[in-house]
């Protein structure tokens, strides 16, 4: 009978984790890209072992900064999902972009300073409350 205690306030822990509102938004989003930016990096995603990605990283230049776009993206929900620019598929050395807008659509990160490309050549998404990755690709110069 203790048992059962103790597996209740675990249980209720692990349904409060995982609630639908720390899931990334459904609705597509729809950021835009000035017709003059100009692509320098590019991947195709692929799945991880916790989730599904699809659709197309790249980074580009416009207006003398560097941004992440996501195009055309299909994702698996879950809680906590994050974007980051990394040095490798897991996310040890990494740069974090932010929280993921939505699972689809076309969607804008900004990219702080000048990063090299040559080192921080992965995206991935990734849950950072459990440490899942999702998906990832590795950016190919355009």
Known sequence: ?????????????LLL????????????????VDSAAVTKYSGRFSNGPYGN???????????????????????????????????????????????????SGNQLYAITGTPDFKEYKFVLVHCQLFNHLFGSTMLIAF
Do not use: H, W
């Open 53 to 103: 990605v699809s659709g197309v990283a790249k980074v580009i230049l416009q207006n003398g900064k560097f941004s992440l776009l996501l195009e055309n993206v299909v994702i698996s929900n879950g809680p906590d999902l994050r974007v980051y620019l990394s040095k490798e598929v897991q996310p040890v050395n990494f740069l974090d972009l932010g929280k993921l807008k939505s699972v």
């Open 1 to 13: 009978m203790r048992k059962y205690f103790l597996l209740l306030p675990i249980s209720l822990l």
């Open 17 to 32: 984790s995982c609630r639908k509102e720390n899931n990334a938004a459904t609705e597509p989003a729809n950021d835009m």
